[in-house]
Nanobody, 115 residues
Framework: QVQLVESGGGLVQPGGSLRLSCAAS????????NSWYRQAPGKQRELVAS???????NYADSVKGRFTISKDNAKNTVDLQMDNLKPEDTAVYYC?????????WGQGTQVTVSS
């Protein structure tokens, strides 16, 4: 069974940076979309950033200019570089992948932005 495993979460001060990484337990054929979502306490899960197999990216307005999503096909990983973090970025961040036949979620990693 395919698993997505996130890493890189933690506690950071406002203005700081974190880099999240999502690794698949096996090569997922025909992945055409990778995304990062987040869910803050008491709120719905929201899309943060996505990247297509052709490299096209999309960002939530709240993170544009601060977050960067990237994909390494050789390593089968998708990263989310988060800069200039704000307290409102505090959430559990989830990795998501979609193929032509299935979709996959990671277990989530906690990001806390606090002084």
């Amino acid at each position: 069974q395919v698993q997505l495993v996130e890493s890189g979460g933690g506690l950071v001060q406002p203005g700081g940076s974190l880099r999240l990484s999502c690794a698949a337990s096996t090569v997922i054929r025909s992945i055409y979309l990778n995304s990062w979502y987040r869910q803050a306490p008491g709120k719905q899960r929201e899309l943060v950033a996505s990247i297509t197999s052709s490299g096209r990216t999309n960002y939530a307005d709240s993170v544009k200019g601060r977050f960067t999503i990237s994909k390494d096909n050789a390593k089968n990983t998708v990263d989310l570089q988060m800069d200039n973090l704000k307290p409102e970025d505090t959430a559990v961040y989830y990795c998501y992948a979609m193929s032509f036949s299935n979709s996959y979620w990671g277990q989530g990693t906690q990001v806390t932005v606090s002084s």
